[in-house]
């Protein structure tokens, strides 16, 4: 499995970005698909996922209520909706997808494959 995820830029606070993940040589269905992101200095940190067991969604709670990942079927790919996005959000975004169980489903470890990363920087 192969990501590619794009969408990634510059934008004000208040303002929103879409994300986009895309898979070639498999689909997400048979996988959770998740969204993480690592600021300089920082470490990775979960943002929000998929869940392949049960199509439900989580979020870190920095990011509910103002974020939303979604799958589109059609086109294979995972979208991260982030609106209201406030300079602490500013970091680089990977995509990835993998199968860890629900209750791990924030943990980087339990993900096997891991897209480039995009940029995203939000400035005040």
């Known amino acids: 499995v192969q990501l590619q995820a794009s969408g990634g830029g510059l934008v004000q606070a208040g303002g929103s970005l879409r994300l986009s993940c895309a898979s070639s040589?498999?689909?997400?269905?048979?996988?959770?698909v998740a969204w993480f992101r690592q600021a300089p200095g920082k470490e990775r940190e979960f943002v929000a996922a998929?869940?392949?067991?049960?199509?439900?969604?989580y979020y870190d709670d920095s990011v509910k209520g103002r974020f939303t990942i979604s799958r589109d079927k059609a086109k294979n790919t995972v979208n991260l909706q982030m609106n209201s996005l406030k300079p602490e959000d500013t970091a680089v975004y990977y995509c990835?997808?993998?199968?860890?169980?629900?209750?791990?489903?924030?943990?980087?470890?339990?993900?096997?494959?891991w897209g480039q990363g995009t940029q995203v920087t939000v400035s005040s």
């Open positions: 990835t997808a993998g199968r860890p169980i629900i209750s791990a489903i924030s943990n980087p470890l339990l993900y096997g494959y």
């Open positions: 040589g498999s689909t997400f269905s048979s996988y959770s």
């Open positions: 998929s869940a392949m067991q049960n199509m439900r969604t």
